[in-house]
């Protein structure tokens, strides 16, 4: 598998972990239980994933 093949892999990773806080951080602002908050930090996830995309992206299209 080539560098690109890997990268745009890596890609749809971090768009996976995206999607998944995207909807854990929709249903903890939707929860019954205003004091029942957790611990992961889901928007600072989503944040981290959507760099980790463009970084990836990029990457990706350098490398081909």
Known sequence: MTTQGWLWGADGAALALLLVA????????????????GWVP???LQVAAF??????TILA???G
């Open 22 to 37: 995207a909807a854990a951080d929709r249903r903890r602002n939707n929860r019954r239980d205003i004091d029942a908050t």
């Open 51 to 56: 760099f980790a995309i463009l970084a990836f």
């Open 61 to 63: 299209l350098k490398a």
């Open 42 to 44: 889901w928007r600072g």
